[in-house]
């Protein structure tokens, strides 16, 4: 058998080895993704600046390239033992085993995997494994018959693949692979997202006692091109470091109120939803977003206010600090005066008039106005601990500063990188949670700053539209902008990257006029 044909019969291998690991993980409840528990620990075991890197330079693509990327090694590692097994099969089939002993480490490195499920995945997928390397490489080849002459053979030693043999290799091999990606398929399929999509649509929201209200007129300037006041729920961005959402079931799910209090209790969803709730229009970012970037959104947020939930947990001598604990083990810390000061603070399980969707943290999360989500927004809420400032919240071991205010921003949205001459508008979105938008400037290539009209006044936690008509001349246009907030600090033309407390610097673009 040639190494190409070898090669093959590895990443048939491989494919099913992975595949069915995955089968059973969406079988079983408690069953470990092995691709999922890899990527899980290579996000937690790079170094803080590569994270940020990846962040910074890929987005919300970050996740797909990382299991991308495991997908290819995987491959990759599998046609490479598949060459092996021709000559060694035993150390080909001990290259697999260790391939599925690696990934149940992985899952065994994060103490909410069961043990034995973890050893079984990986025990099952390595076996499909093993047992397909050696159908293809061992068992198709001996029953092959010798073409004439009979020195036709390969560098191996073993006689080359007859045209009726190679049909029948390339049956097999291509029917594991398929078996195995279906297989992989079916096991995300099986993990709970559709019946949780059903969970959803039968939750009726309470009706909270302090509405948002009515948006004034002239809030939404509704300009072509133009960022709109609220980001529906598919569109808002998402950065977190779950590589697969969680699916979390309502039924079973529960808040502990706990750490330094004199009365720790747990919420279950019934009695979160049977408490007052408030709506507020919030305006949330992403520490990792950059000058002029979109990691940043506008929903209306409907929750429990974290206040009354303090209050009735009785805050001890020193909690100066309230951790948001993930079921994904993710962690976040603010000031526990920021929840006592801001009564929109809350545990959010509605967004946009609809329970919270899976990738934006169902049941519950944490919503903080005026702090970046890094050490704030909680997803999958699981615990709201209080604790001394000594705690550390997951991002800060990894460079991120302890605390993190939304910094004063604007972003141009239009005009495009190339337009036709003539009376044009430039406008964007300018947003400083917790102290508002009182003035947007532009600057025209070296011209002078120029006031934008901003849209009507709404709520200071609420980003605010802003656009200043323009006469578009032919040629190359460099178009600046600057937000001043409402305690009137102008937005900083110091460019800063987005660690270790966000970025800074003014929204840049070029445009080219015909």
Not at 336 to 343: G, R, S
Request: charged letters at 20%; glycine letters at 12%; a negative charge.
């Amino acid at each position: 058998m040639s190494r190409g044909w070898a090669a093959l019969a590895g990443i048939a291998a491989v494919a099913v080895a992975l595949g069915l690991a995955e089968l059973v993980a969406g079988l079983i409840a408690q069953a470990p993704s092995l691709i999922i528990a890899v990527g899980d620990f290579v996000i937690d075991s790079v170094p803080g600046w590569l994270e940020q890197w990846a962040i910074a330079t890929l987005g919300t693509a970050d996740k797909p390239v990382l299991i991308g990327g495991i997908l290819v090694i995987s491959v990759l590692l599998g046609a490479a033992l598949g060459v092996l097994a021709r000559r060694w099969f035993v150390l080909a089939a001990g290259g697999i085993a260790l391939f599925a002993l690696l990934g149940v480490v992985a899952a065994l490195a994060d103490d909410r995997n069961p043990v034995f499920l973890s050893v079984l995945v990986g025990a099952l997928g390595a076996a499909a494994g093993i047992a397909v390397l050696y159908t293809l490489v061992v068992a198709l080849p001996s029953r092959a018959v010798p073409p004439e002459p009979a020195a036709d053979a390969d560098a191996g030693g073993t006689p080359a693949l007859s045209p009726v043999d190679r049909r029948r290799f390339l049956a097999v091999t291509g029917g594991a692979t398929v078996l195995g990606v279906l297989a992989g398929v079916g096991g995300y399929l099986l993990s709970g997202r559709e019946r949780l999509n059903d969970l959803r649509a039968a939750i009726r929201l309470p009706v909270p006692v302090k509405q948002a209200g009515p948006v004034p007129e002239g809030a939404d300037l509704e300009i072509a091109g133009l960022t709109p006041l609220f980001i529906p729920n598919e569109e808002f961005y998402r950065i977190d470091t779950a590589l697969r959402v969680p699916v979390v079931d309502p039924e079973t799910w529960q808040l502990e109120i706990r750490g330094m209090v004199d009365n720790p209790f747990t919420l279950t969803y019934a009695d979160l939803m049977e408490l007052p709730q408030i709506e507020a229009d919030i305006t949330i970012a992403c520490v990792s977003n950059e000058v002029g970037g979109d990691l940043v959104g506008n929903a209306r947020w409907q929750g429990v206010p974290l206040r009354p939930l303090l209050e009735r947990a009785g805050l001890q001598e020193g909690a100066t600090q309230l951790i948001g604990r993930s079921v994904d083990g993710f962690t976040a810390g603010f000031p526990t005066v920021t929840a006592l000061d801001l009564e929109e603070a809350m545990v959010a399980v509605a967004m946009n008039g609809e329970p919270l969707p899976a990738e934006h943290g169902f049941p519950a999360r944490l919503i903080v106005p005026g702090l970046y989500g890094y050490v704030s927004a909680t997803k999958w809420l699981a615990a709201i601990e209080l604790t001394d400032w000594d705690v550390a919240g997951y991002w800060i071991p990894r460079g991120w500063a302890r605390e993190g205010p939304i910094k004063t921003q604007a972003r141009i949205d239009v005009p495009g990188g190339a337009v036709a001459a003539g009376r044009r508008p430039i406008a964007g979105v300018a947003w400083a949670p917790t102290r508002g938008i009182e003035r947007v400037e532009v600057r025209i290539d070296d011209g002078p700053w120029q006031e934008a009209e901003l849209s009507a006044p709404y709520d200071v936690d609420v980003w605010r539209q802003w656009v200043l008509p323009w006469d578009a001349t032919p040629g190359r246009h460099v178009i600046a902008a600057r937000a001043t907030d409402g305690r009137g600090e102008v937005q900083t033309d110091e460019r800063t990257p987005v660690a270790p407390d966000g970025a800074s610097g003014y929204p840049i673009i070029e445009v080219v006029v015909s």
